[in-house]
């Protein structure tokens, strides 16, 4: 990833479910953080019901700072 990075290519990560795709995306995120020295902002979509869990893995491995948005009435926005 940090190769595709330093070479303006996109990256997919679509392996089965506990492979490490969030690690390796967070590693990524903190790599840059740390020896690019670029801060961010870095914005993750994912499915609501894994998002308390990115933010708990972002809190516990990286010393970045992580905030979870989530609008409830989203779907009233939407419309």
Do not use: C
Request: glycine residues 6%; charged residues 25%.
């Amino acid at each position: 990833m940090i190769r595709a990075w330093h070479e303006h290519r996109n990256v997919v990560l679509a392996d089965e479910m506990g492979l490490g795709k969030t690690i390796m995306t967070l590693s990524l995120f903190d790599h840059l953080n740390k020896v690019h020295k670029l801060r961010g902002p870095f914005l993750i979509l994912a499915p609501l019901t894994t998002l308390e869990h990115w933010k708990r893995i972002a809190d516990d491995w990286t010393n970045m700072n992580s905030v979870l948005y989530y609008d409830p009435a989203s779907s009233e926005g939407r419309e």
